[in-house]
């Protein structure tokens, strides 16, 4: 976990990037940025049962939250991942997690004594 | 959490009850946990100094579910009384012996979104294996 991180998260900062990973298939497209590295859309969209253009649409979602970004090369946009606000959700949930390690250790105690 | 020590009647009277709950958890609270309840605590944290907590009690099913929302991580600004709240639910059930805690802290992906800070960017690599962690839990 990252200090700094951290304390640059608020809930504010990452909610948009929980609201956006709540979708199977944003998830599934985050999983494959990450295997794949920057893919085209007809990359994207190949051994998928979607259209285009609903992954146009979820890769506009995930934009918005920061968490892909892409760049036109010739007729096509090239899809990278963006994992900085990615981290950030991470650190801030990680913070929560620890707190609530600490405070279930202290019950685990209190109710053993 | 798992204890083998202590048995779901102990575990659940140290969830509930207000004084027991304030102990190890390290909150004073103000009330009672009663359904629909709205308890406050005061945290001392090193960090931030005092902090409000406001405990909305949802349920109690004795020895198996205690549930309330609240604002996680309250620290960054005064009034956090508009914003959505995150649930936490215990639940609780029997291991040989004792009791297996489970804490599931659920909906983050419904707090308000806001401007975000301008964040650095990084490529560090090691984020893909806690996907699984993202979006709605903390779970012991």
Redesign the interface.
Known sequence: MSTSSTEAAGPAHVAPVFAALGDETRLALIARLCEGGPLSIARLTTGSDLTRQAITKHLGVLARAGLVSGVRQGRERIWALDPAHLKEARGWLDEISLQWDRALDRLRKFVED | ?D?D??PQS??WQ??TRAE?FG????VKLDGAFTPGAHVVGTVDSKRYGQLTVDFMVERLEPERLFSYRW???P??KDDFSK?PTTLVEFRLSEVPGG?R?T?I?SG??????????D??????AG??E??K????Y?D?
């Open positions: 959490m204890t020590r202590a102990r575990v140290a969830l027991e102990a190890w958890f390290e604002h996680p991580n620290v960054g914003e009791t805690l804490v802290e983050f992906d419904k707090l308000p979104p806001e401007r975000r800070a964040s650095f960017r990084s490529n560090d984020w893909a806690q996907m962690r993202i979006e709605r903390v012991k």
